[in-house]
């Protein structure tokens, strides 16, 4: 009897949950969450962000904000626990918390798990490893002592566990003089191998196992003017290798086993062996060019799967570029966006301000997105952007 | 020298405002105030609307939200008096109170003078005839008894000067018999035309006096499948058909001499005559397809015209359709979007929901993009969008 009524209540809640409106979550309010929170609103869902800074990027486009710290247990929990479905924008958040709200029942897509082993550069490498995944070889070291033990080894660079992020906790040590360099905590030792070009791309992957997965990207380091990298999409691969680069994409999501959106970087080196370089939870920089140049952006994608929605269309309407607004060097304070008017003039452009209010050397700012069906108008506007919008102070 | 520190001060002051963050207003919190936020989110901008509803669909999507009636005096000049530029999203504000801000210095856009031209539909109307812009035949009206004056004239089509909207404030005479239908306050009675087909341009005017007009778009009244209307664009026109669309569209924006954004709905006869039906000061159903099918949209437009930005690029990427979701006849309450997941799988469809709570019939909840280089996809998905996707209750 009591049994019965049990279930008769399930199934109302469950009815319940159908139809009413979802509660997603977000941890992190950068520029990334700031784009969720623009798609998101083409759908009937309520938003939630949690954010240290309440002038954030994302802080004023969401339903609810809440201060708060997303490593801190107790912030992510009680931000958590009434909502449907949860996501990040950043690796760096407390995966305890997560876990226990996975545990309640809340759709944390990454998973804690994939984000716990993702967001550990050693665990992520022995992942690749574990699942037969192409990655550069590598030892683990747990104290800078043990990079000796493979002088023969080096060049090599050397990537803390935990803690690195936008070039932080990586060191390339070339020879034996340079052990000192070393990290004095668990860190992953990997070959330097050269490199002939970058590429990455998204894959998604919903609650029922399905995966989607974006034409490739590619970044371009363009030697003749000396420019900074843009990126072009799609890339123009040799047809094994673009089914090399699907084939890792796929097992590395099917590896992790969580449904959610995941960036994949590849390297390819002279030979055209292509290995993971490494993998990124969620909605990611090589994918802003999707918000224009694809039937369903990487945004929209990752909402679809939150939301278990039907997964979306990842061709691409037109090839496009994207160019990097990063605070110049020797300008920190104020943002001055030097040249946006004439960048704004350009027919195929689209530009991306993300509204932080200060720059600093290297600090994304924003992005361009161009669509063109000629690759050479890509490569021609790409250039130009690069040389006439900046982020300075004035 | 008290003159000389003036002059100085000014300077100073004017420098400081061209390199500040603009904060950009909007009266109306509905779903063009929810499209023109997710634009917004592309610029360096603070967003501020002001609206009677705090669960209306642009609430969340502002930096700074205001609880009050935009029909009011105090309560639009009170939001408006910080703000370096004020829209619309809807005409039926507080023009008065507009007015004093635009003497205040603030940007309002379109200008007190144009939304008090065409928020009465006989001054709208007694403007097309003064600029020579072609137009139906009509009388004007003060009171009922006026339009047995004009029983020659019918059948024709009475609309009340103020207060009419969504076919309210529009009725069709057609004979002496009907004369009791006629309104008591100043009204337009205008010629009831036979029209072939009905089509609407988007056009732009900067603060320099620069004009921009997006393709024109062409509504569709399916008579085989029995179907509401649907929207394509670019419509298929002749050449000086649509010359002369965009002289008329262009014609309005100049007399009414309002930067700004407008839709200009036009209707085409048997003999290919085209006259303007109405005009909108400010983005407009007939536009939302240029989100996705256009460079830049109508949403993005305005904002570079309120920001002072060069004006985008109206060019369509691909040929549209767009398809309206509204409540269905016989269903008012918690809305429920029948087949929405249908039409998500759909491969070149954009699904827009407006986060409406409540249902009821007529009433606007979304509207769904189709893009596609070919027409007959455009009609045929449209239809089935059509017949698919509901908002209900359950």
């Known amino acids: 009897m009591g049994a019965m009524q049990n279930e008769n209540l399930s199934k109302t809640l469950i009815f319940v949950k159908s139809s009413k409106i979802m509660k ?47 490593q801190d247990y107790d912030a992510v929990y009680n931000f958590g626990k009434n909502l449907d479905a949860l996501t990040i924008e950043i690796e760096a958040v407390n995966v305890e918390a997560l876990a226990q709200l996975e545990k309640e029942g809340v759709r944390v897509y990454p998973t804690p798990s994939a984000i716990r082993t993702i967001k550990n550069k050693v665990l992520q490498k022995q992942f690749y490893k574990d699942n037969e995944i192409p990655t550069a070889p590598f ?9 000796s033990a493979h002088i023969d080894f080096l060049p090599a660079v050397h990537k803390m566990g935990e803690g690195g992020y936008d070039g932080k906790g990586v060191q390339i040590i070339n020879n034996e003089k340079e052990l000192e360099l070393a990290f ?41 003017y000396n420019l900074l990298d843009y990126q072009l999409s799609p ?19 099917k590896g992790l086993n969580s ?12 030979q055209g062996e292509i290995w993971i370089n490494e993998t990124a939870p969620r909605v990611h920089n090589s994918g802003h060019h999707t918000i224009e140049a694809n039937y369903s952006s990487q945004y929209d994608m990752l909402l679809r799967i939150l939301l278990d929605y039907p997964m979306g269309n990842t061709d691409a309407i037109l090839p496009s570029a994207i160019v990097n607004i990063v605070g110049s060097e020797g300008h920190t304070g104020a943002v ?10 350009m027919d195929n452009v689209f530009v991306h301000i993300y509204g932080k209010k200060q720059t600093k050397p290297g600090r994304k700012m924003g992005h ?20 006439t919008l900046k982020a300075i102070t004035k």
């Open 24 to 70: 997603v979550g977000i941890l992190g309010g950068g520029q990334l969450g700031r784009m969720l929170l623009q798609a998101a609103a083409n759908f009937d869902v309520t938003t939630y962000v949690l954010e240290n800074d309440a002038q954030c990027p994302a802080a004023h486009l969401c339903h609810h904000f809440t201060l708060g710290n997303i």
């Open 139 to 147: 030892f683990i070291t747990q104290h800078a002592s043990e990079v």
């Open 184 to 224: 004095n905590v668990p860190s992953v030792l990997e070959k330097k191998v050269k490199i002939a070009s970058e590429i990455a791309l998204i894959v998604g992957m919903n609650a029922s196992g399905e995966t989607i997965i974006y034409p490739p990207a590619e970044m371009i380091f363009d030697t003749v």
């Open 235 to 253: 890339a123009k691969l040799e047809e094994k290798q673009l089914w090399k680069a699907q084939a890792i994409a796929r097992k590395v999501v």
């Open 259 to 270: 449904p959610g959106l995941f960036a994949i970087e590849l390297f390819i080196d002279g």
């Open 336 to 345: 001055y966006y030097e040249g946006l008017e004439e960048v704004l003039k």
């Open 368 to 387: 361009v997105t161009i669509i063109s069906k000629d690759y050479q108008d890509l490569t021609h506007k790409a250039n130009k952007i690069k040389h």
